[in-house]
Every structure is written in C-alpha cells, then in structure tokens.
T-cell receptor, first 113, second 116 residues
C-alpha cells in the first residue's frame, strides 16, 4: 500500500537560509510524487512533480526536489528562504492504479526575519 | 493554464438549509474532479471523485445523500451540502485532473462554509 510520511510537522528557518522539507514514501510501484504549497485559507498550488523522468525536479519559486529510490525519499529544498515562503507544504503520492492522491500530514514552514 | 475556480469563497448559512458549491475548470476540460474537506491545521480528506456524465464515487464514511455531487459538464462540478448542520462547517476544496498523463490535480481556492 502507498503512504507518505512528512518527517517534520514544523520547520523554522531564517530568511535567506536554505530550506529542507523531508518526505519519505512507500510504494510497491514506480510512483508519481508531488509537492504542493498552501497559504492560509487558500487552495493548494503545485510546486513540482516527479513522474519517472529526471530524478532532480525543478519547480516554481526556486524550489526543487530529488527523487531517491534507494532512500524512498522526495525531499523539497530551496537555497534561500523568502518571507513569502511561509506556508503549509504537502507531499503527495498517487494511489496505485488511480489518480487519487495520498497526502502527507503537512509541514508548516515558518520564515524568521 | 490549468486554473480551477470555486464559488462562493465564503458562505454562512442557517442550520437545515442546503448550500451549493461550484467548481470550474477555467481553461481546460476535466473529465474527473475531486472534492476534499479540510479541518483546521489538518491535511485534506478526500470525500468523492466526480466523473463527468456519471455518478460520483464516494469515499468510505462519506454520506452521499448528505453531500450531493453533480458533474454535468466537462468544466463544472457541484457539491451540495444538504440540510447543513454546524458539524458540516469546514473548508471544502475541489481539484481537477489535467496534464500530459492526466495525473496532476489542480486545486481550486477553496470554500469556507460556516453553518450557524
């Protein structure tokens, strides 16, 4: 069965420092993986997706993620945090044979001035 | 591209009334849409899958007579919360499938429902 684990419920970084949001997945097949961002009282915005092409995926707003099959990880990174990056981030894996999403529990990113 | 809208963004209603929420794909056709519910500081809970021209498929524990879903066209799905009660108060988000492989969901901005 597929599952996704976001290892940190909260992450705090200072503005201008790197961001690392961790995500591990479990899947018996080659999964599609996504990162979404949700600002307060808003819908979800797609940051990036992995669908079995390049393992290093570049997304919007300077974010990128690397698919590591050996570690079953799909961590999200950004070299330099901006105040506007403060939000909730969700790692997502698709349910095998469907287009349904399995969501992680989310990581709240706080950016300190 | 791949913009999804929801209307209304906010709705307050009295207990016992019905509320309809619209989800539209603005610049693409979506044969499949999804409806989610999100409680404060929690992840999204899938309620149902909406397929154009057929009956919606509900997740276990979701009352289909309570949450009526209609997907009458390739750009519009509606969720009607019937006889709403305070416990139905929540943030409802829809999404639509789009993409080269049809595997990516694009989300609407959400609808905040408050039942008094």
């Amino acid at each position: 069965a597929q599952s996704v684990t976001q290892l940190d419920s909260h992450v705090s970084v200072s503005e201008g420092t790197p961001v690392l949001l961790r995500c591990n997945y479990s899947s018996s097949y080659s999964p599609s993986l996504f990162w979404y961002v949700q600002h307060p009282n808003k819908g979800l915005q797609l940051l990036l997706k992995y669908t079995s092409a390049a393992t290093l995926v570049k997304g919007i707003n300077g974010f990128e993620a690397e698919f590591k099959k050996s570690e079953t990880s799909f961590h999200l990174t950004k070299p330099s945090a901006h105040m506007s990056d403060a939000a909730e981030y969700f790692c997502v894996v698709t349910l095998s044979g469907t287009y349904k999403y399995i969501f992680g529990t989310g990581t709240r990113l706080k950016v300190l001035a | 591209g791949a913009v999804v809208s929801q209307h209304p963004s906010w709705v307050i209603c009295k207990s016992g009334t019905s509320v309809k929420i619209e989800c539209r794909s603005l610049d693409f056709q979506a044969t499949t849409m999804f409806w989610y519910r999100q409680f404060p500081k929690q992840s999204l809970m899938l309620m149902a899958t909406s397929n154009e021209g057929s009956k919606a498929t509900y997740e276990q524990g979701v009352e289909k007579d309570k949450f009526l879903i209609n997907h009458a066209s390739l750009t519009l799905s509606t969720l009607t919360v019937t006889s709403a009660h305070p416990e139905d108060s929540s943030f409802y988000i829809c999404s639509a499938l789009w993409g080269q492989g049809g595997e990516t969901q694009y989300f609407g901005p959400g609808t905040r429902l408050l039942v008094l």
